[in-house]
């Protein structure tokens, strides 16, 4: 009795001693400015109208682009990829509550011997023999949080991997129109410069330009059709990007010609840092440092016991030495505690390599808050610039086609204006035009990034 009850003391002395591993991970307070604002995110109630929040179908209206997207998210290969392994780490999940259970299994055998001639002894068993591990020191338990804690994450990776298809689709789509929008700009201005050839040659014989106006003319054309080329071969690389992104083969694709895109939230004022709490790439970095915490756990709980509890019962006609005919039912019952006293110091490497790794998850995680909140400020730097940006091209197009119209007046009217002043302008113009396109096309991507940044499109 004196033994079982020091043992049971010292059984109660170490359970309190490793209260600590039974402890279900908490977010660490006070890391650094980035991680304490993250902790006051997690706290407060979010807010569902937020632009994180807003469904992608809310976000890209344009019906085509609509289409593309779920196109993609039915055929995409690397979202097929992150689906399954949520269900395998679903799986291990699985597998990890059901470690608290005992494990059964039946193995029948049977067998005779005669010795000397003597007459055959068959004999059988078909023995079910169950073990269970009491989880005492909470290594089962720190496993199973573990593989929660991997589920969280794998969907975490999911949802980032969905977000990334969905503005990939949609920088793509509207590359697309740019590049389209750039083609037509350049069509119509070649036909008009090609126009322009013919009037040059019209006034060469009128004597109001000499042969020098009609070859810049000439060379001025040339360089536009030049042009042309290249925004076509943009057009099919483009289109096939978006082809592997929606994972079929290579095609022309329809896009709008409405350049009218725009977030549905007012922006202006900002993204709050803390609503990066929703952000995938965020969330999986600090499922991390949980999962890094239980694996520390584990490590800790490998110092002290574990307490084995097994029984093997059936019907069998082999008792000891002897056979018996008929058989008869068995059971036998055993306890095991198994206490590690010397491992070569492989559980404190182990929990050495545990606490680095946890250390190291942390890091990991203060970097993706850091990361996201400078996409997001790169985002909302780039939409509110686009936008004076803007203003100016809009004024230097204006003043632009004036000049235009201007000197090609007063080389109409042989005003001692030359040929090459006309060029000018009407370049000057097309670049200018070209600018205010790309111009679009940036304010377009730095909505779809910002969108992308907080972790959109659920």
């Known amino acids: 009795m004196k033994i079982i009850k020091y043992t049971l003391i010292m059984m109660l002395t170490v359970a309190m001693s490793s209260c600590h591993i039974y402890k279900k991970y908490e977010f660490p307070a006070d890391e650094s400015r980035f991680t304490s604002q993250y902790q006051k995110a997690i706290e407060t109630t ?104 991997t589920v969280e994450q794998m969907q975490d990776y999911e949802q980032a991997v969905r977000s990334q298809i969905i503005c990939g689709v949609a920088n793509t789509y509207y590359a697309l129109v740019l590049l389209n929008q750039q083609l037509e700009l350049s069509k119509r201005t070649s036909e008009i410069w090609k126009d322009q050839v013919e009037s040059m040659k019209l006034m060469k014989e009128a004597a109001y330009v000499n042969e020098a106006a009609v070859v810049q003319s000439q060379a001025n054309y040339c360089s536009i059709m030049a042009s ?39 922006v202006s004022n900002g993204i709050p840092l803390s609503y990066l709490a929703v952000r995938p790439d965020v969330r999986a970095a600090e499922r991390g440092v949980a999962s ?125 204006t030359t040929y090459l002043e006309v060029l000018t302008a009407r370049s000057s113009l097309l670049n200018a035009q070209l600018s205010s396109l790309a111009c679009w096309h940036t304010q377009v991507s730095s909505l779809i990034n910002l969108y992308q940044a907080v972790g959109g499109g659920r």
């Open 292 to 416: 890094a915490y239980y694996a520390t756990n584990s490590a800790r709980a490998a110092f002290y016991p574990s307490l084995n509890i097994s029984a093997q019962g059936g019907f069998t006609n082999s008792i000891g030495s002897m056979i018996v005919n008929p058989g008869k039912w068995f059971i036998q019952l055993a306890g095991q505690l198994t206490a590690p006293l010397f491992s070569r110091g492989q559980n404190i490497a182990n929990l050495e390599v545990a606490k680095a790794k946890q250390k190291q998850a942390m890091n990991a995680f203060e970097k993706a808050v850091v990361n996201a909140s400078v996409d997001v400020s790169n985002a909302l730097a780039k939409i509110a610039n686009n936008q004076e940006k803007q203003l100016f091209i809009d004024k230097q197009i204006e003043n632009l086609e004036k000049s235009v119209e201007y000197t090609s007046e007063l080389l109409t009217l042989d005003q001692k």
């Open 228 to 266: 042309i080329t290249d925004i076509e071969q943009g057009i099919i690389e483009t289109s096939n990007s978006l082809s592997l992104l929606l994972h079929t083969g290579p095609q022309k694709w329809d896009v709008t010609s409405d350049l009218t895109f725009n977030l549905p939230m007012n």
């Open 46 to 149: 979010p807010d569902s109208t937020s632009l994180e929040y807003l469904g992608w179908e809310k976000v890209f209206t344009d019906p085509i682009l609509q289409k593309y997207i779920r196109t993609a998210l039915e055929n995409n290969r690397d979202l097929d990829d992150a689906k399954r392994n949520v269900e395998m780490a679903q799986a291990q999940l699985k597998g990890a509550k059901l470690s608290y259970f005992p494990s059964l299994s039946l193995s029948p055998n049977g067998g005779s011997a005669s010795y000397g001639g003597s007459h055959m002894n068959w004999s059988y068993s078909i023995p079910l023999a169950a073990n269970w591990e009491i989880d005492v020191f909470g290594k089962i338990l720190n496993r199973k949080r573990n593989a929660k804690v």
